[in-house]
Every structure is written in structure tokens, then in C-alpha cells.
């Protein structure tokens, strides 16, 4: 059973910075793509950003790419969410997520386990 635990949220104002990291264990997660989501009151949650196992290959929503950048480190089973220029609407919970599967994927359905999420939120 894989476990995920998020970390790095919190308030900022915008403009600012955050890395947020997912650490995780109990699995061979060297092997998974992993991803971030998020979900704001009230809304649908979202796909933010993927990576694949090796890192080679990385996807982003429209509304954070060039602001955000997801990384990964094999070694400590950790996944990053560096997300710069902040905005308001960038207020939410972050979750991380893993997905068994070797392709990258960007619907929260083609992901196996979750974390319970962080809390982001930019003040204007």
C-alpha cells in the first residue's frame, strides 16, 4: 500500500513562492508516474501537473505552466511542486497522486493512491 504525504502549503501573498513536496512510501514509486491536483471550495478538482517515472516526460495545466514546475527525486521518493508567480486563483488543496501505469496521465481517474493534501492559499 503506497502512502503519500504532502507538505509545504500554506498563505502567501501573490506574486510569491511555495515548493510543495509529496514524499511516499511503500511501493516501488521509481517505477510511477506521479501527479499533482488540486481542488478550490466549491470547484471540480483539477489537474495540475504530471511527471513519468523517469522524469523525461512532465505535462502541465494551461493556467500554471510557466509559473509551475514539478520534479521528482527517485532516491528520496519525493515529489516537488515548485510554483512560483502565485495568483489568487491558485488558492486550493494540493494533492499528490500516483499512478501504477508507466504513461503520464492527466484525468484523476488514471491515478491508484492520493495524499490527503495540503492547503495553498494567495491572498491578493
Known amino acids: 500500500q503506497v502512502q503519500l504525504v504532502e507538505s509545504g502549503g500554506g498563505l502567501v501573498q501573490a506574486g510569491d513562492s511555495l515548493r510543495l513536496s509529496c514524499s511516499a512510501s511503500?511501493?516501488?514509486?521509481?517505477?510511477?508516474?506521479m501527479g499533482w491536483f488540486r481542488q478550490a471550495p466549491g470547484k471540480e478538482r483539477e489537474f495540475v501537473a504530471t511527471?513519468?517515472?523517469?522524469?523525461?516526460?512532465?505535462s502541465y495545466a494551461d493556467s500554471v505552466k510557466g509559473r509551475f514546475t514539478i520534479s521528482r527525486d527517485n532516491a528520496k521518493s519525493t515529489v516537488y511542486l515548485q510554483m512560483n508567480s502565485l495568483k489568487p486563483e491558485d488558492t486550493a488543496v494540493y494533492s499528490c497522486?500516483?499512478?501504477?501505469?508507466?504513461?503520464?496521465?492527466?484525468?484523476?481517474?488514471?491515478?491508484?493512491?492520493w495524499g490527503q493534501g495540503t492547503q495553498v492559499t494567495v491572498s491578493s
Open positions: 497522486a500516483v499512478s501504477r501505469g508507466i504513461r503520464i496521465k492527466l484525468e484523476a481517474g488514471g491515478y491508484d493512491y
Open positions: 511503500g511501493g516501488t514509486l521509481s517505477t510511477y508516474t
Open positions: 511527471i513519468s517515472w523517469s522524469a523525461r516526460v512532465t
